[in-house]
């Protein structure tokens, strides 16, 4: 049962300490039986200092809001008085009211690290919102957070201070990622910061841009640029990542800075590739030698696009000249990219031994995915699996690991436990004594700034820190943030392949919403409603407004073709607005998944990557790899993101067969 999940559960309101007492007694039963294998026993302080983070869990995750406006005067609780200040004056901000929110602010007395941090960066919104541009300067200009500092380089702006400015842009953009600073910007103010950026930053900005398919950024700046051939260089770039090559090369041909010589090589021999003109590959190679992180980019890539073309050999023969550049740090994720895929290049062409050579080398790497990934394919040709596995319990690897089997029985909460385990100190328990105070009062957005800003500043102990950082997703999922809330877990925590969490935090990994409507759908049309669960997850994290640059709309992430077509074998009328209500979503989702599982004989793994990539691509590959079984064929789809679609959604339904059922 999902404690969190207060719309979908009707018996939301229970005893805590009777789901207190279950989860706990289960948890530390099975833990302790199963640790005993790997000795692993925990002493009974350990087991009493968990039992009171399950105790803060809980309490974060049940505790109720207070729903009246409060008077600050009546709240016997000088915290939440000085909260309700700052919220105040937030509001005052809000509707520009600027004045009052700055006596407001000088009424706050507590002089506390958090509330004087979080009174500064009101009161600096205030001064700029009044226009008072030398006290926000003077306030903010040793501040180190990004908000603060482009208020003072707006006021510096305001103020006539160009140089100030720009140099103070250029610090942001050597720190920062340039999207989180552009976008904040006028055009007015864009045209006096960029013009006289260093020749250098100027083009790595662009480049990042361009790289991260931030297109829109790109084309709104790129008109301050004075370096016409830097922009045409870009263009090409922009009009390659979209497939349309022609245009890229006509963009190539209007440089005439000999300075992009080895950059036009580089783009005219992957669109060569891309065409299918592979003569003067070694070539053009040459000619980029010279710089030598171009260089490396490039092999990647020429091979990477000669393996989605099915030329092995030629694609194998690249991704060996990347691993044999001496310079080339074996930690760096191309290496272990490039031995990866070179194994599977010689698994599809039946040298299993040289590929076994090759995983049993990428089990040494310290990324988590390639890892795992090499650890599952050493075992599985080798027919006998090493422990290591088992220490990544939640990974598609594992779930198909330990598939089939009676009894799970390397699958517990260890690393969950040794994340939290040690008796919470004093300090920690005013920190969290603080967050149920602000959730009790209704603050959850402040209270996940204090969070933040606890994470920062502490100094907690570790098992300490980590007890905050997963009340931070615990808050999110309050929230109904599903995304927020895996997102933040993931990047808290970033071994998370790592971690099997207990039951009553599985909506971290697991949510569900719209649990009436799924089970509904996936009855009529005959699907496993868990496989919808695992699908909306991967696709929108149960966000009915979701909509992506492709144009896919609402839970199920449907094109509005595919919709129609499917309301028509139903004999419903839609329009394109109907698409993003929950009940017809799900259902022509549901409908159209069913479509595709009953077109592949109830194989999962080709209905999700027809799915995302369309039956006929599918249908195409099934013809390739012809007698692969399915976790082959899965690894040798050669879109990158189908192919990690699928693993995830196949994670997913693991994870909801797992917890919930």
């Not at 989860?23 to 925990?42: K, P």
């Not at 009953?598 to 013809?623: F, P, S």
Request: no cysteine.
């Amino acid at each position: 049962m999902n404690l969190f999940n207060k719309r979908e559960n009707s018996n939301y309101i229970l005893n805590i300490e009777i789901i207190l007492l279950v989860s706990v007694i289960l948890s530390f039963f099975i833990t302790l039986l199963l640790s005993r294998d790997n000795g692993f026993l925990t002493t009974k302080n350990s087991e009493n200092s968990i039992i009171e983070k399950y105790r803060i869990f809980l309490r974060i995750g049940n505790i109720g809001e207070t729903q009246n406006t409060i008077d600050t005067n009546s709240v016997d609780n000088s915290f939440i008085r000085e909260i309700e200040l700052l919220k105040n004056s937030e509001n005052f901000i809000n509707r520009k009211k600027y004045s009052k929110a700055i006596y407001t602010l000088s009424s706050i007395e507590n002089n506390s690290g958090w509330i004087t941090e979080m009174k500064d960066n009101y009161l600096i919104k205030a001064l700029y919102g009044s226009r008072k541009f030398n006290r926000v300067i003077s306030l903010a200009e040793n501040k180190s957070d990004i908000y603060n500092s482009k208020l003072v380089i707006k006021s510096y702006l305001k103020t006539g201070n160009i140089r100030k400015a720009r140099k103070l842009f250029a610090n942001l953009l050597e720190a920062e990622d340039p999207r989180n600073i552009l976008k904040s910007f006028k055009n007015s103010n864009l045209r006096v910061l960029i013009i006289d950026l260093e020749p250098k930053l100027l083009s790595r900005m662009v480049s990042e841009l361009v790289s991260l398919r931030s297109f829109s950024i790109y084309n709104k700046i790129k008109k301050y640029i004075a370096d016409k051939d830097l922009i045409n260089y870009y263009n090409a770039e922009m009009y390659y990542a979209k497939k349309r090559y022609n245009l890229s090369k006509k963009s190539l041909a209007k440089i005439s800075d000999g300075k992009f010589h080895i950059g036009k090589t580089k783009l005219l021999l992957k669109i060569d590739i891309r065409e299918n003109r592979f003569s003067n590959i070694d070539e053009n190679l040459e000619k980029i030698r010279p710089e030598k992180d171009i260089y490396k980019i490039t092999l990647l890539d020429i091979a990477s696009i000669l393996k989605i073309k099915g030329e092995f050999e030629l694609s194998e023969k690249y991704y060996k000249q990347l691993l044999n550049i001496h310079d080339l740090p074996s930690k760096e994720v191309n290496y272990w990219k490039a031995l990866w895929r070179i194994g599977w290049m010689n698994m599809k062409s039946g040298k299993k031994d040289i590929a076994l050579k090759t995983f049993k080398t990428g089990i040494s790497s310290p990324i988590t995915s390639y890892k795992v990934a090499n650890l599952y394919w050493e075992g599985k040709l080798n027919s006998f699996f090493k422990n290591g596995i088992t220490d990544y319990p939640y990974s598609y690897y594992y779930s198909k690991y330990i598939a089939g089997k009676k009894i799970l029985k390397k699958f517990e909460l260890k690393n969950f436990i040794h994340l939290i385990e040690g008796k919470p100190s004093a300090k920690l328990i005013g920190i969290v004594s603080n967050i149920e105070d602000m959730l009790k009062y209704g603050y959850t957005d402040i209270s996940l700034k204090y969070i933040k800003w606890v994470k920062e500043n502490s100094h907690l102990l570790y098992e300490n820190i980590n007890t905050i950082k997963v009340i931070e997703s615990i808050i999110h999922l309050r929230r109904g943030n599903f995304y927020m809330a895996f997102s933040a877990f993931t990047s808290n925590f970033p071994n998370y392949q790592s971690i099997l969490l207990p039951k009553f935090l599985s909506a971290i990994y697991t949510p569900i919403k719209y649990k009436s409507l799924v089970e509904k759908f996936a009855t009529n049309f005959g699907v496993d409603k868990n496989i919808v669960f695992a699908l909306i997850k991967r696709e929108s994290f149960f966000n009915k407004d979701a909509y992506s640059p492709a144009k896919a709309i609402g839970l199920m992430q449907l094109l509005s073709k595919t919709a129609k077509r499917v309301s028509k074998n139903l004999r419903i009328k839609i329009k394109r607005k109907d698409i993003f209500k929950p009940e017809i979503n799900i259902k022509l989702g549901t409908y159209h998944l069913k479509e595709l599982l009953n077109k592949y004989n109830g194989k999962k793994y080709l209905a999700l990557a027809a799915y995302n990539a369309g039956a006929h691509r599918v249908d195409r590959w099934i013809k390739e790899y012809n007698g692969f079984s399915e976790e082959e064929f899965i690894e040798m789809i050669p879109f990158s993101e189908t192919r990690n679609y699928v693993k995830k959604v196949l994670r997913n339904y693991f994870f909801y067969n797992y917890y919930y059922n």
